[in-house]
């Protein structure tokens, strides 16, 4: 059984909206942490939002706030990143990740990842 499984990338003209999400299990249910990352091609991996399971509580990066939110669905286990009004610079590999507190900007924070979902936004 994977921990972590995104979905819900694709392709979308800039200002649409996509939402991700990331269904975990197993293991990962030991981890308070859970964040979104993304990574463009030759760019380092950013993190976008991250979300504390057990405390409550959020954050998303500068640079997409007040277009993209994450949130967790308990019932399903499921922590969804919404985002709205997409820009091309958004394009990335959108990573799902568990780990315990610590830095949610930092990828070495976490330490279990998904496998990632493509978001590619056109103009």
């Known amino acids: 059984q994977v921990p972590l499984v995104e979905s819900g990338g694709g392709s979308v003209q800039a200002g649409g909206s996509l939402r991700l999400s990331c269904q975990y299990s197993g293991v990962a249910h030991k981890y308070s942490q859970l964040a979104w990352f993304r990574q463009a091609p030759g760019k380092e991996r950013e993190g976008v939002a991250a979300l504390w399971r057990t405390v409550g509580g959020a954050r998303v990066s500068d640079s997409v706030k007040g277009r993209f939110s994450i949130s967790h669905d308990r019932a399903s286990n499921t922590v969804l990143l919404q985002m709205n009004s997409l820009r091309p610079e958004d394009t990335a590999m959108y990573y799902c990740?568990?780990?315990?507190?610590?830095?949610?900007?930092?990828?070495?924070?976490?330490?279990?990842w998904g496998q990632g979902t493509q978001v590619t936004v056109f103009s």
């Open positions: 990740a568990a780990g315990y507190a610590g830095d949610w900007y930092l990828p070495s924070t976490f330490a279990l």
